[in-house]
């Protein structure tokens, strides 16, 4: 899990947003397949979301069950 994920899986968006500030990777998944955007969308962390779609996550990734964000939400 990276810093994001983490911070993603918490819904903190405040420290989320200092992470990307570090240019993380930002679509880097976990064990499970999930990327940040995913956990933020599980969290209901919607000003997150937002953050994560604008410094680019993609909107199509999928987890290792075949799941996108939509599925998701």
């Known amino acids: 899990?990276?810093?994001?994920?983490i911070a993603s899986q918490l819904g903190a968006?405040?420290?989320a947003s200092l992470i990307l500030t570090q240019k993380a990777l930002i679509n880097l998944q976990d064990e499970k397949g999930y990327p940040a955007?995913?956990?933020?969308?599980?969290e209901n962390a919607l000003?997150?979301?937002?953050?994560?779609?604008?410094?680019g996550a993609d909107v199509n990734a999928r987890t290792n069950e075949g799941n996108?964000?939509?599925h998701i939400a």
């Open 1 to 5: 899990e990276t810093p994001l994920i």
């Open 13 to 15: 968006y405040s420290l």
């Open 37 to 42: 955007l995913h956990y933020a969308i599980e």
């Open 47 to 55: 000003k997150l979301v937002i953050e994560l779609l604008k410094n």
């Open 68 to 70: 996108t964000p939509m």
